[in-house]
């Protein structure tokens, strides 16, 4: 088994932020995962962070040095290195934990790194993910996480979300707190885009509990006036 460090810093409002941070300075070796180019599909009508396709997350990955016998420790903010945990489990490959990049007390590089080029094969899974159609029909029979901060999650006017309210009976378990308790039941995240919704889904694994991701998450069902919404 071959170790491989993966940096997946990023920032909403400045999409280079990412890529200047982790060429000022990285744990020595790691690969660097743009959250917006390659975790991430184009955003459009199904949000600002869709799924990428199996072939682009490969392609990324595989330039990572990213394919069999790799355990990847990724490291990021604001759901970077959570949203590189969840993809790679839902192309199949499990091998991978989070860390925060705050405790490492080793050394740090600048620069560009020569990375040894994988074969990654996703092997896409079914199970994990929910669409808004089946979360707006079985909204009364599961347990709806939302990651966003408490502001957000009551329906108050921000910079982000273009239309403010949650979905309607989601629980508020934002990203950068401690996970609440959680009643038991299917459960579903959702986010403002679907990347900090990652986090919860880590910490309920690490607590041996699953969950789906809601891919979209408010920036598709903001678009969608047909789906009802909920407000403080």
Known sequence: MRYCFVDCRWEIADPDAGRRAYREAHIPGAAFLDVERDLSA?????????????????????????????????????????RLWWLLRHFGHDECAVIDFAAWCGPLRGGEEDIEPAAFVA???TDDTIEADELAERLGELVVADARVPARWRGEPNPIDQVPGRIPGALNAPWNEALPELPEGELVAY???????????????LAGRTGRLYPGSWSEWEQRPELPIERD
């Open 42 to 82: 184009p955003p459009g009508r199904a949000g600002r962070h869709p799924l990428p396709s199996a072939e682009q997350f490969a392609a990324a990955v595989s330039r990572a040095g990213i394919g069999p016998g790799v355990f990847v420790v990724a490291y990021g903010n604001m759901g970077g290195a959570e």
């Open 191 to 205: 986010c403002g885009s679907g990347v900090t919704a990652c986090v919860p889904l880590h910490r309920l694994a």
């Open 123 to 125: 092997r896409p899974r």
